[in-house]
């Protein structure tokens, strides 16, 4: 009898086994041939391009529109109207939008500025009870919307008005956001292509060949190609996380429960409203925790959103592929690339191991999963699956249940409380239109995590092979999406989020520059010379290069990493055929012979100079502002200072006129401009970079002092420029060596004492410093310590003997382009008449470099520092005792820039890092400084601080 038994199961194992082997040789026919017959058909089918973005607004998160709003920097009206315009745009190109509110939604955006001009709340009023005011947002055509047709892509339902509004709408309404349109699904939300006989088919924005995704599809393409800022999904069986992947975009699959699915189409009833969840979707991962937030209600008391997460303590895995089973595709080599990437991420930049999991879905599992349950998937095939599913009831339907329970603890039990799986969101990239139906059970992998209830995040990982979305399914425990959104934020920031499907030439680049360039000058008198006729005609060279495929994007990339993109550069560097005055009358007349090192070696990287910006009288005061040009004016306030010696260049930037530029630093001029006017700006380790063909000439020891060094408004920008500025000597440092926060040793410090020569430290800029000290604390759970150095007291005296004993000649004589010098008494007494060919600020700095007592300097202070920060330290300190200053207040307190001199004798690397606004209205910000060499730890922190606290805040509206 035993051998009877034996041999029947060798008879199953071997009948499993064949049955097994059979279903994959033809299913991997099935899709050989597929791949051929659907790339044979779409060849030769042109891909229609979308309209270029042709308004800043589009690119801003929810979350910025919804705080530009409340501030008045931008009307709600606005908003959506460059939302309706970009709607109109791009919806006959891919068909997504199918119904809308346009008109009733301008009267409610009218009605938002009304209140906010009214002044009846304040901001801090309107932030806390609509978060979202003014915004406009879509939803998927399975909602009610009060007023919109609410088919769920059923024939049936095609002329179905929402009565009310569902939920999820009820609750955006409430937290202010104005609902704009609905969009495409597939049949009754059943399929992972969203194509109906209602309204067609939607069209992916990267390649109108291929598929959006379903049921979503529609909101994620939309929101991929910049027709809402962010938009509402549901998925039942991965019904956000597809389009969101497919299309770009960040998607959120709450946690099961937690999010309303009242009054959707079809209704989920019993088990299924455990698998069916509402969630958030938007082109930016900081929108879906707010939103997040919004939409949990009263069940936001289950989460654990205001819990701090340090992404270096979490624990990871990955799985590559469910297994070889044979109804699934293999996983596409992009998409094992990709996630090798962030493995390798997680690896290097936390020092963490990264596990491969060992949960195992199983292939009866997986059948469960997909068929054989009343509760499951998926789309138009769903009807044939359960004609001939079994009952719950049956034996084999009992085990794969008691299976899913199994497969749900032992993944609990593996993550924690502290764990991430990071898991592929399918098989393949977007597909060609109608080819799911030969791949239609690919979709478990978003499914399965519907049936066990996970929360997950899918984050954009760029573009693959075929230009269309690669990705990854960031999937945490039960409650736990805290977890999966702060880890899709680290993604975003290290691999760069989405990625604009709308094609952009560099001719388009230029042009839109240069048009800012000539709406803002005007007002901030910041750029001084350009070369703009000669900027476009390189900008069409470069569009000829990229469209001959001469050389291939990788090519490119290595050769030229900013090729076509527009750079600026202060007026004291030489730029061939511009003037090149340093702002001194005498040179008034001078022009660049030839280009300075900088120059060219932005050139060679394919970047494009467009113009040269102000500075003060030979680059020696801490507001721009000289006899050549006049002064420049602070973006934010047009009474106060942009600083000097860069404060045209930062002026410009902050205004949106230039997308990253070049400034010198021998006192502060990359810092004091970059803090005064709320953008990022890196002054490298001295000796790095080339100072060569910048007036005044630095002699041996000044060279030592001065640097050269990226400005932008983006902190993403300056480590990429500053491989680019570094040439040769980016081997002396250490750029791609990964950081890990958490084990950086951090340090601050107040203020430099009670000299009686500096002003005291403003409230503001102490308050924003505390908040960055905190924001460490807790998110890295590590010390902060407060430093004093007492020598620190002499920073001004220090600085000065070092510059006045360097050897260069005297500052009288700079003026006087070291023909003799000029006579300060002679000079004053023209000034007084208006005969004076020099700034009063160089006239003070002449007195200053005659007057300022020999301090008997040592460099104690600077070993002090050298032994506190070793190899893994950084120091935190103020930028200034104050943000920006009206215009000439300068020369009641000329001894303040101290705060940023000093570091100059030192030689350390020091990133200025924007906070927001302070209580003036301008900037504030943090020095964040680093050990000689240990410029990556000083960028690192920069982004961190970036990423927590926002960075860079327009000026201005964005139109």
Known sequence: MASQAWCQKEKVKNKTWFVRILLTVFYRTVEVISDMVFWFIHKKREKTILPAIDNLLLLESASSLARKIRTQKVTSEEVVNVFIGRIKAVNPIINCCVDNRFELALEEAKKVDQLIQSGEKDEKTLELETPFLGVPFTIKDCFSVTGLRYTAGLVKRKDIIGQFDSDVVALMKKAGAIILAVTNVSELCMWWES????????????????????????????????????????????????????NGIFGHKPTRGIVSNYEQQPVAEKVLQTFLVTGPMSRF????????????????????????????????????????????????????EAQSKVVRHFQRAYNIPVEKGQVSVGLELLKFCVGQSNYTLPGILMGLFEKFSLPSTHPTAVKMLAMCDELRRDIQELLGDDGILLVPPHPTPALYHNQPLTKPLNAAYTAIFNVLGFPVTQVPLGLGSWGVPLGVQVVGNLHNDHLTLAVAAELERAFGGWVSPSPVTSEEVVIAFI?????????????????????????????????????????????????????????????????????????????????????????????????????????????????VYGR??????????????????????????????????????????????????????????????????????????????????????????????????????????????????YFYVEHFGRNPLLGRVHPDLKEAQMRVVQHIQRTYNVPVQKMKFPKLYHAMEMWSVKMTSAGNPPFVAELAMRKGQISLIAEFLKYCVGQCEHTLYALAMGIIGEVVPFFNASDVCEDDQNELLGDDGVLLCPPNPTASFYHNQSLTRPFNFAYVAIFNIFGFPITQVPLGLGSWGVPLGVQVIGNLHNDHLTLAVAAELEREFGGWVSPSPIS
């Open 195 to 246: 194509n109906n006989n209602i309204y067609g088919r939607s069209r992916n924005p990267y390649d109108t060949n291929r598929i959006v995704g379903g049921s979503s599809g529609g909101e994620a393409a939309l929101l991929s190609a910049g027709g809402s800022p962010f938009g509402i999904g549901s998925d039942i069986g991965g019904s956000i996380r597809m389009p969101a992947f497919f």
């Open 285 to 336: 991962c900081s929108d879906l925790m707010p939103m997040y937030r919004i939409l949990a209600a009263d069940n936001i008391n289950k989460l654990k959103l205001d819990e701090k997460v340090s992404v270096s303590k979490l624990r990871y895995f990955y799985m590559e592929s469910f297994g070889n089973i044979p109804l699934l595709s293999r996983v596409h080599p992009d998409l094992k």
């Open 515 to 627: 048009n800012r360039i000539k709406a803002v000058n005007p007002i901030i008198n910041c750029v001084v010379d350009n070369r703009f006729q000669l900027a476009l005609k390189e900008a069409q060279s470069a569009d000829k290069l990229i469209q001959s495929g001469e050389k291939d994007e990788e090519t490119l990339e290595l050769e030229t990493p900013f090729l076509g993109v527009p750079f600026t550069i202060k007026d004291c560097f030489s730029v061939e055929g511009l003037h090149y005055t340093s702002g001194l009358v005498k040179r008034k007349d001078f022009i660049g012979q030839f280009d300075s090192d900088v120059v060219i070696l932005m050139k060679k990287a394919g970047a494009i100079m467009l113009a040269i910006t102000n500075v003060p009288e030979l680059c020696m005061w801490w507001e721009s502002l000289n006899n």
């Open 632 to 745: 420049s004016r602070n973006p934010y306030d047009i009474n106060r200072t942009v600083g000097g010696s860069s404060g045209g260049e930062a002026g410009l930037l902050a205004s949106g006129g230039s997308p990253f530029g070049i400034g010198s630093d021998i006192g502060g001029s990359i810092r004091l401009p970059a803090f005064f006017n709320g953008i990022f700006g890196h002054k490298p380790t001295s000796g790095i970079v080339s100072n060569h063909e910048q007036q005044p000439v630095a002699g041996q020891i000044l060279q030592t002092y001065l640097v050269t060094g990226p400005m932008s408004r983006f902190c993403s920008d300056l480590l990429p420029m500053y491989r680019v500025l570094a040439a040769d000597n980016v081997k002396k440092l250490k750029l791609d060596e990964k950081v890990s926060l958490s084990k950086i040793r």
